[in-house]
């Protein structure tokens, strides 16, 4: 069904955050954690990175957009397994990146999981709700 709901956890001074429980299973066999749009991470199944990677190998090398995506994409993803108490590690220019510091959120975004600084959540979606409903036009498919 994919990953679904908005979770707040809170990172502890190793770095560490509790991936919420109803995540878990998808994520304990491996994860992989990059860079996302908007400075939030990315969390995926490994399954579903290397569909990504595949993606992205039979896309066009010629094209700057591209390897300048794959370039910071790869550069920054680690692949991990969470810990038995079903805990993330996440690297300090990750959290760097993301503006990770103690309060955090993590939705599920369908096929991933997005991790974000509590505040910058807080600011993206007071910015992007006013517009939710015209863009649901655009973006939701026809169901007749």
């Not at 560490?16 to 990059?34: H, M, Q, S, Y």
């Amino acid at each position: 069904m994919g990953f679904m709901g908005t979770h707040y956890p809170r990172l502890d001074e190793k770095g560490r955050l509790f991936l919420p429980a109803k995540f878990r299973d998808e994520l304990a066999d491996g994860l992989v954690i990059t860079k996302g749009q908007e400075r939030c991470l990315y969390v995926f199944p490994v399954a579903e990175f290397m569909r990504i990677t595949e993606a992205l190998r039979s896309a066009p090398i010629g094209a700057k957009a591209v390897r300048d995506y794959g370039r910071i994409l790869f550069a920054s993803a680690y692949d991990q397994v969470p810990d038995k108490q079903g805990r993330l590690t996440i690297p300090p220019n990750l959290r760097e990146y993301a503006g990770l510091t103690r309060d955090c959120v993590v939705i599920g975004a369908n096929t991933r999981v997005e991790i974000w600084d509590a505040q910058a959540w807080e600011e993206y979606l007071r910015a992007q709700e006013p517009a939710f409903a015209e863009l649901s036009q655009e973006v939701w498919p026809t169901v007749s």
